[in-house]
């Protein structure tokens, strides 16, 4: 929200809108992936979509499942129709439309699945259709296929393999951690 916010209010200097639309994009799909994190963890959550003082926190009540997904959706779809299909190089890594597809195709089966009577991620929304859609682009996109070998998905020789639609890079290095 504070990156989107400064986004907003000094875009300017970032100087090229189409990497300003980038930069939104990109948090956008973060904000969607992190709340629907939330949403499937604990159900009713606190919906923050700007940046806030601790005293306005602090009067925030959770918000109902179904406009959580809302927003999640509304975040997803400007992704999916500002982000690029895929990135070379040193780009490799950030979110594409085809990684914001995959999400919102999952938030669709998340939400189309039973309620079981509680406020937490299923609301029986029987959109499975929307899920089957976005993941049939995907595929029929060809960016993506299975591996021929299995264990070879686990290789660390083996970084962005076809299999791979979105993951979070890691770097080894004196500010982090110390794992392969």
Excluded: H, W
Excluded at 70 to 84: F, G, V
């Amino acid at each position: 929200n504070n990156v989107l916010n400064a986004i907003k209010n000094k875009g300017n200097n970032i100087g090229s809108d189409s990497l300003k639309t980038r930069y939104t994009a990109e948090c956008r799909f973060l904000r969607a992936f992190y709340y629907f994190q939330l949403v499937r963890l604990f159900g009713k959550v606190p919906l923050i979509e700007r940046p806030m003082t601790a005293s306005e926190v602090a009067k925030v009540s959770r918000t109902g499942v179904s406009e959580v997904y809302d927003s999640i959706e509304s975040d997803l779809t400007y992704a999916i129709d500002s982000l690029p299909k895929s990135y070379t190089s040193s780009d490799i890594g950030r979110a594409t439309s085809y990684a914001a597809e995959g999400l919102l195709g999952l938030v669709y089966l998340t939400k189309s699945g039973p309620t079981y009577g509680v406020d937490g991620p299923g609301l029986d929304s029987k959109e499975y259709d929307k899920a089957i859609s976005l993941i049939n682009d995907i595929i029929n996109s060809n960016m993506d296929s299975f591996l021929a070998d299995y264990s070879a998905i686990f290789s660390y020789k083996n970084e962005d393999n076809k299999e791979v639609i979105f993951d979070v890079k890691y770097m080894s290095s004196s500010k982090g951690a110390s794992f392969p």
